[in-house]
């Protein structure tokens, strides 16, 4: 795979898209069901205003507070941008992530889902949500266990009146993710979800066959972040 060049985010992304429709035909998919979720965090305004320009909407950031730094203006611009959050939440920015996000993809636990729910109600807000699961168990990493999931579905659903949109994983770093990626298929498959967050920069086209809706990429689009 060739190296992404960060100066041309937008010829990066076509490269991207032509390689997903590729995927999905193998796989007998339709390539529009496959949206690319551009990872924008540690990238700033500068950076993310081409792909708007170029008429890309949907973005993904992991941390909230960044992310009520730089889109604001942006979203003031564009206002039809579709914002995810795809890093953990913590509850007591549950507020802000309510008020700012479109899409939340790590409902991983009861408190959460509870606070959420709430959140929702007195904003007047119904956000699309979506179950992380820790596909791969590692201890530092955020999601429902595996054999938790159907449970913890069942809970957002019954306890707490949401309605679950999906499940998203990120598979072990060091692990060949088409497991990973067939285990999310099949617990989303028995709870009748639709929506599939899997897939980033190494292994898009891998998920895309296996039936993802979603792929976060952040690297083959934006190039290396700086920290
Ligand atoms: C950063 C991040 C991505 C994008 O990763 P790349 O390898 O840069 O494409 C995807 N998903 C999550 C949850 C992330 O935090």
Redesign the pocket.
Same mark, same amino acid.
């Given at each position: 795979m060739p190296d992404a060049t960060p100066a041309d985010p937008v010829a990066n992304l076509a490269r991207i898209r032509a390689r997903l429709n590729a995927a999905a035909e193998e796989a007998g998919r339709k390539p529009e069901d496959i949206t690319v !979720?551009a990872?924008s965090?540690n990238h700033g305004a500068e950076a993310i205003l081409p792909l708007l320009e170029a008429g890309h909407r949907v973005f993904?950031e992991?941390r909230v507070q960044e992310a009520m730094g730089k889109w604001p203006a942006l979203k003031e611009r564009y206002p039809d941008i579709e914002l995810h959050l !795809?890093?953990p939440l913590q509850t007591n920015k549950a507020k802000e992530a309510v008020a700012f996000f479109d899409v939340i %993809?790590?409902v991983d636990r009861p408190k959460l889902a509870r606070i959420l729910s709430e959140e929702m109600a007195r904003q007047g807000k119904t956000l699309r949500l979506l179950v992380q699961v820790n596909t791969g168990e590692e201890e530092q990493k955020a999601g429902a266990a595996p054999q938790e999931a159907d449970a913890f579905i069942a809970q957002c659903r019954d306890e707490y009146g949401l309605a679950i949109d999906g499940l998203?994983c990120?598979p072990p770093a060091e692990e060949a993710p088409a497991p990973h990626f067939a285990l999310l298929a099949k617990i989303a498959a028995r709870n009748g979800l639709k929506t599939l967050s899997m897939g980033?920069?190494?292994d898009?086209e891998i998920a895309a066959t296996l039936g993802a809706t979603h792929v976060?990429?952040?690297? %083959?689009?934006?190039g290396a972040?700086a920290y």
């Amino acid at each position: 795979m060739p190296d992404a060049t960060p100066a041309d985010p937008v010829a990066n992304l076509a490269r991207i898209r032509a390689r997903l429709n590729a995927a999905a035909e193998e796989a007998g998919r339709k390539p529009e069901d496959i949206t690319v !979720i551009a990872v924008s965090k540690n990238h700033g305004a500068e950076a993310i205003l081409p792909l708007l320009e170029a008429g890309h909407r949907v973005f993904g950031e992991n941390r909230v507070q960044e992310a009520m730094g730089k889109w604001p203006a942006l979203k003031e611009r564009y206002p039809d941008i579709e914002l995810h959050l !795809i890093g953990p939440l913590q509850t007591n920015k549950a507020k802000e992530a309510v008020a700012f996000f479109d899409v939340i %993809e790590t409902v991983d636990r009861p408190k959460l889902a509870r606070i959420l729910s709430e959140e929702m109600a007195r904003q007047g807000k119904t956000l699309r949500l979506l179950v992380q699961v820790n596909t791969g168990e590692e201890e530092q990493k955020a999601g429902a266990a595996p054999q938790e999931a159907d449970a913890f579905i069942a809970q957002c659903r019954d306890e707490y009146g949401l309605a679950i949109d999906g499940l998203m994983c990120i598979p072990p770093a060091e692990e060949a993710p088409a497991p990973h990626f067939a285990l999310l298929a099949k617990i989303a498959a028995r709870n009748g979800l639709k929506t599939l967050s899997m897939g980033m920069s190494g292994d898009y086209e891998i998920a895309a066959t296996l039936g993802a809706t979603h792929v976060r990429v952040g690297t %083959e689009i934006f190039g290396a972040r700086a920290y």
